[in-house]
């Protein structure tokens, strides 16, 4: 990026006929928006300092994402601060080049902690410190002139009026909805702000969260099934569940004669499906079976099927031994976690899918990838372009599992386009076995991004913990007394560093793509929980684990130069740091 500024700055020295001066304000607003999304910001900041006719452009750029945060209680100092920044650009004359420019807005709502029941609009107490909120907001909109997204992030209902200001004012803006909750489980079909929402031609995305209820009457799936069916412009459907939700409930007769009328009301408000849904992700195939009337499966671009207990979940193994790959004719991204319950004869069904889908783009196997066949991977590899293997640590097992440098050379001849992988490797105490890997992952032609999985040492540190309650002094004391060394890539002979080093050796002997992205997890961060108190376990490994991005350096004249992302926990590690770190001379490592 600034490689292209400063040669086009020099076009008028050169005696050029078209000098970057030359170009309008409003050409230059077209280049750079065309290329803000891959440039940093301390490069867009660089920018600014080049000319007028820059700084006039990009300056701008700065305040292309606006964040807004309310909380309930609208005395907070977050909320306060967003009510304040939201006034300022409906009121200031000043702010009319910020209003230009804004592109993207997103809403953060959060609740009280323990709040059980969704605050709407029509509790009294909510509606005095919100109700301002959303009228301010669509006013904001509707002075917008190149409005792209709104994003709404938490439990709070859009107002029909924001609604009708997006798709009047925005037409051609997306709208994404996050942590989508019905204000009540019980609530029958005559929300209007709810059906306001599933009528939106602006919703494109829509997350649903369905924790557990104790509503004897839950119609959350009949009011989400409503909005799929019935929505016009909606492509990516996101179902977040708790592990414990589907639960027994003890009902009467009464209340599942009403529950059965009610659902029967929300069957009356669909009229056909017109929906769009090219992407799916559900944990589990329970929520793929309700709504499978309501989206034409064959349109999915995108399936990604979170963790299956088939040895319990009779509707799961009935369901994914059914599918079919001419089901999926454009599938071209499928992901899928299992888990240590998983039947045996299930991996049989997975790989008879896997041979018979649409040559994928992208194939995620967590939890189950050592009982698919490399064979049936490989079979992708003329299209495969994104592989995530990788299995959970587990408290159980010593071994655990990781892939060998034999089968990674057979990735590497079957799977040509490949340019993003995830896979585990074994710890060691110096890091020889995986610099093996990384050789051969250098061989790729095309990969660029490599994300590696090291384990912590979960499964010994489980078999030394107490299984006993520990209030909060005897927790952290049961943390440092059981707190190890686990291999630190950073901490260990540089060892981050000297991977970096390998990688761009071994690509430039083999003339592949240079590494863009070294990500390094030690330790479980997507780790799914239940409830209850945690074990000793699971607190020293929250505690120990750490995240490290490495990344080149911006600045072409520094290329042995690399950046350092860290991520952490206090006391016992580094938390969200940023480091410049030299890459040492290849020395045959």
Partial sequence: MATWSQTALGAKDRGDACPIRALSREMLEL?????????????????????????????????????????????????KKSSEVLRRLLTDPAKEHILRSIRFISIKSI?????????????????????????????????????????????????????????????????????????????????SAEIALARSPNLKSLQARLSSTTSPIDLRQDALQRIVAISPNLEILDISQEPSNRMIRNTTMEEQQEQTWMREEFCKTINGS??????????????????????????????DVGYLNTSGDV????????????????????????????????????????????????????????????????????????????????ATSYFGWSISVRDVQRLSESCRVLEDITIDARKTSNGQGLNEILSTLATFPLLHTIRIYIPLGVAEEAART???????????????????????????????????????????????????????????????????YPAGWVIWEAANRRYFIATPHERDDRPDDINMYIKGTKPYSYVNSHEIRRIPDFAGL
């Avoid at 909510?126 to 709404?152: C, G, Q, R, V």
């Avoid at 390998?502 to 799914?528: A, D, F, M, N």
């Fill in 274 to 303: 017109s929906n769009s849904i090219r992407a799916l992700r559900s944990r589990g195939t329970h929520n793929i079976t309700i709504l499978k009337d309501v989206i034409d499966m064959t349109n999915l671009h995108t399936l």
């Fill in 31 to 79: 280049i750079f928006e065309y290329v803000v999304h891959e440039t940093s910001p301390p490069t867009l900041a660089a920018l600014t300092l080049t000319s007028k006719a820059f700084y006039a452009t990009v300056y701008p750029l700065k305040y292309r994402h606006q964040n807004f945060t309310f909380k309930e209680d609208m005395k907070d100092v977050r909320s």
């Fill in 315 to 394: 509707e799961s193994h009935t369901s994914i031994s059914q599918w079919q790959g001419n089901n999926f004719p454009y599938l071209r991204h499928f992901s899928f976690a299992l888990n240590d319950s998983t039947s045996p004869e299930f991996y049989g069904f997975l790989s008879s899918f896997l041979q018979t889908c649409a040559p994928l783009e992208s194939l995620s196997i967590r939890d189950g990838a050592k009982y698919i066949p490399l064979s049936i991977i490989s079979s992708h590899g003329a299209t495969l372009r994104r592989l995530v293997l990788h299995e959970v640590e587990s």
């Fill in 111 to 191: 609740q009280k902690p323990g709040t059980l029941r969704v605050p709407t609009l029509y509790d009294r107490s909510y509606k005095e410190s919100h109700e301002n909120i959303w009228f301010l907001m669509a006013d904001l909109i509707s002075k917008l002139p190149h409005l792209k997204s709104f994003t709404l992030q938490g439990t709070d209902q859009l107002s029909i009026d924001l609604l009708n200001t997006l798709e009047k004012c925005h037409p051609q803006a997306h709208l994404h909805i996050r942590n989508w909750t019905r204000t009540e489980d019980d609530e029958d079909h005559t929300n």
């Fill in 466 to 532: 107490p299984h006993i309650f520990l209030d909060e002094y005897e927790t952290s004391l049961e943390i440092e007394a059981h707190r190890k060394k686990p291999f630190n890539p950073i901490e260990d002979s540089c060892w981050l560093e000297n991977a970096w080093s390998l990688l761009r050796h071994e690509k430039k002997k083999s003339g592949s793509t240079p590494v863009k992205e070294l990500h390094v997890k030690v330790g479980e961060w997507e780790r799914e929980m239940s409830g209850g």
